[in-house]
């Protein structure tokens, strides 16, 4: 990506009069591209950027036009000018930097996977919480018309019920080491997972109620990750069924040799009416419908940058008091399938998402004092989750 500059919206805002004044932390590609669409946005400017890294904190504060920048987050993160933080560093990491900015008012957009553990994301949503402050999660893809386009059209319908998702993710081992790091980013299961199994619950309308995995480290034996003391499972089959009686899978592998990339193809919604390939690109997304009788039919497309409508969408979010439309109840609930399809792995059986009966109780009691939106979203996922298990219908 170009990182000589970055244009700034039209608006004549400076970084003192910009109603949002960002600080970003973690200058590789997600802060980078974090960066510029906050620029582009009329009411914000990216005031601070920080990484470990010198030469990277210099290099996105140069496209900035910034004249410093810092290694410390807490230096950064912790101006007074700052109201609003994109969280852009290693997974692990995402938790602490979130609590230590929502202790301090500021408003969070972290990326995804929320965190590596069920702990460090409800210290995310407690901290926002009870500082009154937003916490968005990087999903991009429900902030594409044709993801609400797609959810609608199942909803009527057009595909018939029961449906069965598909998604196959296979590459060649990850340049950047950490994602194979079971510490650092987790593996593909956490790390491409979570886009999926939040984006099952958003298209199947419906909770996650049981989930099954195998899995595999085929990258385990090569000397380019020898260095990482736990290496992630890299390869998996993922099997998620739905309180809707919709299963989801997701099929992966980011342990193949250097060289072995197999051709990409669209996620497939299969149904009793045919079969919708699904295409999530930066800057296309459309959904084509194959129905009887082998006719295509182009059920929605979108030529927008996900990026820019997720950050104009959280910034929307602040500026009017409105709940993130990915916040931290969906990024905790997708986090819990991947977390769950990694235990599934382990133990060889598969994980019903029960959990969520004690989540219930966390919930009611660090929001004693009052729901708000978010809040009560997650209440009710929890609630629903709860019921389902009594009653037993699944
Ligand atoms: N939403 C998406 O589509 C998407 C795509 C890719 C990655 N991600 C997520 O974004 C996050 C970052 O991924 P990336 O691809 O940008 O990685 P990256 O390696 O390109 O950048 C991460 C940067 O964080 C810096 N860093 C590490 N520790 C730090 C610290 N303590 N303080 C400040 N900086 C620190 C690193 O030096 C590096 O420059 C990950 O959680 C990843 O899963 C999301």
């Given at each position: 990506?170009?990182?000589?500059?970055?244009?700034?919206?039209?608006?004549?805002?400076?970084?003192?009069?910009?109603?949002?004044?960002?600080?970003?932390?973690?200058?590789?590609?997600?802060?980078?591209?974090?960066?510029?669409?906050?620029?582009?946005?009329?009411?914000?400017?990216?005031?601070?950027?920080?990484?470990?890294?010198?030469?990277?904190?210099?290099?996105?504060?140069?496209?900035?036009?910034?004249?410093?920048?810092?290694?410390?987050?807490?230096?950064?993160?912790?101006?007074?000018?700052?109201?609003?933080?994109?969280?852009?560093?290693?997974?692990?990491?995402?938790?602490?930097?979130?609590?230590?900015?929502?202790?301090?008012?500021?408003?969070?957009?972290?990326?995804?996977?929320?965190?590596?553990?069920?702990?460090?994301?409800?210290?995310?949503?407690?901290?926002?919480?009870?500082?009154?402050?937003?916490?968005?999660?990087?999903?991009?893809?429900?902030?594409?018309?044709?993801?609400?386009?797609?959810?609608?059209?199942?909803?009527?319908?057009?595909?018939?019920?029961?449906?069965?998702?598909?998604?196959?993710d296979?590459?060649?081992?990850?340049?950047?080491?950490?994602?194979?790091?079971?510490?650092?980013?987790?593996g593909p299961v956490?790390d491409m997972?979570?886009?999926?199994?939040?984006?099952?619950?958003?298209?199947?309308?419906?909770?996650?109620?049981?989930?099954?995995?195998?899995?595999?480290?085929?990258?385990?034996?090569?000397?380019?990750?020898?260095?990482?003391?736990?290496?992630?499972?890299?390869?998996?089959?993922?099997?998620?069924?739905?309180?809707?009686?919709?299963?989801?899978?997701?099929?992966c592998?980011w342990?193949?040799?250097?060289?072995?990339?197999?051709?990409?193809?669209?996620?497939?919604?299969?149904?009793?009416?045919?079969?919708?390939?699904?295409?999530?690109?930066?800057?296309?997304?459309?959904?084509?419908?194959?129905?009887?009788?082998?006719?295509?039919?182009?059920?929605?497309?979108?030529?927008?940058?996900?990026?820019?409508?997720?950050?104009?969408?959280?910034?929307?979010?602040?500026?009017?008091?409105?709940?993130?439309?990915?916040?931290?109840?969906?990024?905790?609930?997708?986090?819990?399938?991947?977390?769950?399809?990694?235990?599934?792995?382990?133990?060889?059986?598969?994980?019903?998402?029960?959990?969520?009966?004690?989540?219930?109780?966390?919930?009611?009691?660090?929001?004693?004092?009052?729901?708000?939106?978010?809040?009560?979203?997650?209440?009710?996922?929890?609630?629903?989750?709860?019921?389902?298990?009594?009653?037993?219908?699944?």
């Open positions: 990506m170009n990182t000589d500059s970055f244009s700034t919206s039209a608006s004549t805002l400076t970084s003192t009069s910009a109603p949002l004044r960002v600080c970003v932390v973690g200058c590789g590609m997600m802060g980078t591209i974090h960066a510029q669409r906050w620029n582009a946005l009329p009411d914000a400017r990216v005031v601070a950027v920080v990484d470990i890294k010198p030469d990277r904190a210099e290099r996105l504060a140069n496209a900035c036009g910034l004249d410093r920048w810092y290694t410390d987050y807490r230096e950064a993160v912790g101006r007074d000018d700052v109201n609003v933080v994109s969280v852009c560093i290693p997974t692990y990491l995402h938790s602490e930097v979130t609590v230590f900015a929502a202790e301090r008012g500021k408003h969070v957009l972290a990326e995804k996977p929320m965190a590596l553990t069920l702990d460090g994301a409800d210290a995310m949503i407690e901290a926002a919480a009870r500082n009154r402050v937003k916490l968005g999660i990087g999903f991009m893809r429900p902030y594409s018309p044709v993801q609400e386009q797609v959810r609608a059209w199942l909803a009527a319908g057009n595909l018939g019920r029961p449906l069965a998702y598909h998604s196959l296979a590459r060649e081992l990850r340049p950047k080491r950490e994602m194979h790091d079971a510490n650092a980013n987790g956490i997972g979570v886009h999926l199994f939040d984006g099952w619950a958003r298209l199947f309308d419906a909770e996650p109620v049981e989930v099954f995995a195998a899995g595999h480290k085929l990258a385990a034996g090569r000397p380019e990750i020898s260095h990482i003391a736990e290496v992630a499972i890299d390869t998996a089959t993922v099997v998620v069924r739905y309180a809707s009686g919709d299963t989801g899978t997701f099929v592998s342990g193949l040799p250097p060289g072995v990339v197999p051709p990409g193809g669209p996620d497939i919604v299969f149904g009793p009416r045919g079969a919708l390939h699904l295409t999530y690109s930066m800057t296309h997304q459309e959904a084509r419908w194959l129905r009887e009788g082998g006719m295509w039919e182009t059920i929605a497309t979108c030529d927008e940058d996900m990026y820019q409508a997720e950050i104009a969408s959280f910034a929307r979010c602040i500026i009017e008091d409105q709940p993130p439309v990915a916040g931290g109840a969906a990024g905790r609930a997708a986090l819990h399938v991947a977390l769950a399809a990694v235990e599934s792995v382990r133990t060889g059986k598969s994980v019903c998402l029960a959990g969520d009966r004690q989540l219930l109780g966390q919930i009611n009691e660090a929001c004693a004092d009052g729901l708000d939106e978010e809040e009560r979203t997650l209440l009710h996922y929890a609630s629903h989750a709860a019921c389902q298990l009594v009653e037993g219908d699944w």
